[in-house]
């Protein structure tokens, strides 16, 4: 999976291991929740502090997107992710980098735009893109964002939309405009943060509050 506007597109699901494709949404993210509790799956935030360990990280994290992004150049992956404004959440799956997402985070604005999300081909349809979707969500919680745009070419206008995303901006213009770089031929989509919800949990919730209705 990924994302962004002219800056990403939606890769072609690689083959996966066949019980990894069998699995429901519930069941993976139970899966993933029961993997980040014994440290097998973990999703840290770089950013390009100057430090060996975070240069080494991002440089990891650029590898996957110049891989799965292959149309975009590979110097303005470069330049973006290892920008000082950027901020990336990165999925390490049993210590090893195997997707993430670069925004940038206008915390006067309290908005992030998202910029670059992919997941290695040896690692797609395995839930890996929603899970990291959902962990920015709470990301954005925590850091007081109430909402993240993106603009998105045609190919992963359907991945937005999956993940939350509409293309009916509600958000004033005046709280984005000119802190976005517009792309010509992109859709610009707006997914607004609810500090209400718990998004690593929500397909549980409704499982739950499923077979409650039921028993009633």
Not at 53 to 71: E, G, M, R, Y
Not at 96 to 119: D, H, M, N, W
Not at 162 to 180: A, C, H
Request: charged share 30%; with cysteine.
């Amino acid at each position: 999976m990924s994302a962004g506007g002219k800056r990403a597109r939606e890769p072609e699901p690689e083959p996966a291991a066949e019980e990894e494709v069998d699995l429901t949404p519930l069941q993976r993210e139970e899966l993933h929740a029961q993997q980040e509790r014994d440290g097998i799956l973990t999703f840290p935030i770089y950013y390009n502090d100057g430090t060996a360990d975070s240069l080494t990280k991002l440089v990891q994290l650029k590898a996957i997107f110049c891989q799965q992004l292959p149309k975009m150049p590979k110097e303005y992956i470069s330049r973006l992710v290892l920008d000082r404004r950027h901020v990336s959440l990165v999925c390490v799956y049993s210590g090893e980098i195997v997707g993430g997402i670069t925004y940038r985070p206008v915390k006067e604005q309290q908005l992030s735009e998202i910029v670059f999300c992919a997941v290695s081909a040896d690692h797609q349809v395995q839930g890996y893109g929603t899970r990291i979707m959902n962990q920015i969500k709470e990301e954005c919680k925590r850091t007081g964002i109430e909402g993240m745009l993106t603009y998105a070419d045609n190919h992963a206008v359907g991945y937005f939309r999956k993940q939350g995303f509409k293309k009916n901006v509600i958000m004033k213009r005046e709280r984005w405009q000119g802190y976005l770089k517009d792309y010509e031929g992109a859709t610009l989509m707006e997914c607004l943060v609810d500090p209400s919800i718990d998004y690593l949990t929500t397909r549980q919730t409704a499982d739950v509050q499923r077979e409650a209705l039921v028993k009633r």
